[in-house]
T-cell receptor, first 116, second 113 residues
Framework: GAVVSQHPSRVICKSGTSVKIECRSLDFQATTMFWYRQFPKKSLMLMAT?????????EQGVEKDKFLINHASLTLSTLTVTSAHPEDSSFYICSFLERGGSETQYFGPGTRLLVL | GNSVTQMEGPVTLSEEAFLTINCTYTATGYPSLFWYVQYPGEGLQLLLK?????DKGSNKGFEATYRKETTSFHLEKGSVQVSDSAVYFC????????????FGTGTKLQVIP
């Protein structure tokens, strides 16, 4: 199947700093990608959807100025958590929707963020 | 809105036991249904899917049938292995648009030798 990578896999930062998470599709191009947040023992919560070349669409309750998404190309997207606080500590997962109309999303391995 | 309800875990089974993880959904229209699996330390992987009523998705010995009359998509496997230990997510997506997926809360499966 398709491969999606995320970097870093784990990051610890101080409160008030910004953290950037990269998401890459390694063997396919995608016009649409998604960022999710996963809480312990909870399901994935969709944060935002972005289409290459346009601004991201954020879900209700997600602050767009805090979670900056840049869909730089058909194979790269970044999520920047700005001025991180302990409550932002979570597991962040990206996914790409394969170009060609498939309904299948391919997920990255996730990034564990811990804000001290 | 759309929602997915799946049985709470964890589910602990002995190797070669029969597995059923229940999943029911609420959705408008005719959604596609999915099962994703998340192995420890890894991202979600698509396990199987079904796009219309009465379709059966299958992969790696796992099966699930799209039952519109009961709005269910239960996951089954006849004989589980230790390597099947993971968290399983039931999900749905409406066709069209940008394929927004709604996930269940996940069910952790632990298979013991």
């Amino acid at each position: 199947g398709a491969v999606v990578s995320q970097h870093p896999s784990r990051v610890i930062c101080k409160s008030g700093t910004s953290v950037k998470i990269e998401c890459r599709s390694l063997d396919f191009q995608a016009t649409t990608m998604f960022w999710y947040r996963q809480f312990p023992k909870k399901s994935l919560m969709l944060m935002a959807t972005s289409n290459e070349g346009s601004k991201a669409t954020y879900e209700q309750g997600v602050e767009k100025d805090k979670f900056l998404i840049n869909h730089a190309s058909l194979t790269l997207s970044t999520l920047t958590v700005t001025s991180a606080h302990p409550e932002d500590s979570s597991f962040y997962i990206c996914s790409f929707l394969e170009r060609g109309g498939s309904e299948t999303q391919y997920f990255g391995p996730g990034t564990r963020l811990l804000v001290l | 809105g759309n929602s997915v309800t799946q049985m709470e875990g964890p589910v602990t089974l002995s190797e070669e036991a029969f597995l059923t993880i229940n999943c029911t959904y609420t959705a408008t229209g005719y959604p596609s249904l999915f099962w994703y699996v998340q192995y420890p330390g890894e991202g979600l992987q698509l396990l199987l899917k079904a796009t219309k009523a009465d379709d059966k998705g299958s992969n790696k010995g796992f099966e699930a049938t799209y039952r519109k009359e009961t709005t269910s998509f239960h996951l089954e496997k006849g004989s589980v292995q230790v390597s099947d230990s993971a968290v399983y997510f039931c999900a749905l997506a409406n066709s069209g648009g940008y394929q927004k997926v709604t996930f269940g809360t996940g069910t952790k499966l632990q298979v013991i030798p």
